[in-house]
């Protein structure tokens, strides 16, 4: 089975630096999604990783570690639109790559 | 292009009826998936279809809901015999390729009283 683990909420003041944490345990990984998901709206696509290290797009990044089971999406210059909840899912190897999601953080911004 | 449709975007039902939902997914999107979330958690897995053939099924499905996508094209999502239970947000997602994130529709809220 899999199991996906992320805080379940964080809170950041408008204009700063957070950092979202995500741990799974699967078996057969193939990468790491991050989506964002406003309250009552579909979740967008935000990032893919599949090798280890950091990738960068914008005022977000996400790095993923393999070897540690173990991912996190930075969001810098925070604003308050970036309030929402931020959803880890991992994809695994074989057949078409099947996507489970985690619970989801949900992140507030305040001034 | 205009994305993933669903309809409809609400739904009210009473409870043991029956309910159909309708998925478009983006054209050239060959691979089509079904999710259910309720408040406070993430998306769970319903189904997949690879044009027109439902390759997985979730055991969470219980033989109250049946999907299909007869031309490769639409989908559609019936739940019959509705309990409260079923009630949440359906998402649908398309996505071209194994690797390509999914792009999902605004999905369909049900809410059985």
């Known amino acids: 089975g899999q199991n996906i683990d992320q805080p379940t909420e964080m809170t950041a003041t408008e204009g700063a630096i957070v950092q979202i944490n995500c741990t799974y345990q699967?078996?057969?990984?193939?990468?790491l999604f991050w989506y964002q998901q406003h309250a009552g709206e579909a979740p967008t696509f935000l990032s893919y990783?599949?090798?280890?290290g950091l990738e960068e797009k914008g005022r977000f990044s996400s790095f993923l570690s393999r070897s540690k089971g173990y991912s996190y999406l930075l969001l810098k210059e925070l604003q308050m639109k970036d309030s929402a909840s931020y959803l880890c899912a991992v994809s695994l190897s074989g057949g078409y790559q099947k996507v489970t999601f985690g619970i989801g953080t949900k992140l507030q911004v305040i001034p | 292009d205009t994305g993933v449709s669903q309809d409809p975007r609400h739904k009210i039902t009473k409870r043991g009826q029956n309910v159909t939902f309708r998925c478009d997914p983006i054209?050239?999107?060959?691979?089509l998936y079904w999710y259910r979330q309720t408040l406070g958690q993430g998306p769970e897995f319903l189904t997949y279809f690879q044009n027109e053939a439902q390759l997985e099924k979730s055991r969470l499905l219980s033989d109250r809901f049946s999907a299909e996508r007869p031309k490769g094209s639409f989908s559609t999502l019936e739940i019959q015999r509705t309990e409260q239970g079923d009630s949440a947000m359906y998402l649908c997602?398309?996505?071209?390729?194994?690797?390509?994130?999914?792009?999902f529709g605004s999905g369909t809220r049900l809410t059985v009283v």
């Open positions: 054209s050239e999107h060959n691979r």
């Open positions: 997602a398309s996505s071209a390729t194994a690797s390509g994130g999914y792009t």
């Open positions: 699967t078996s057969g990984f193939n990468g």
């Open positions: 990783n599949v090798l280890d």
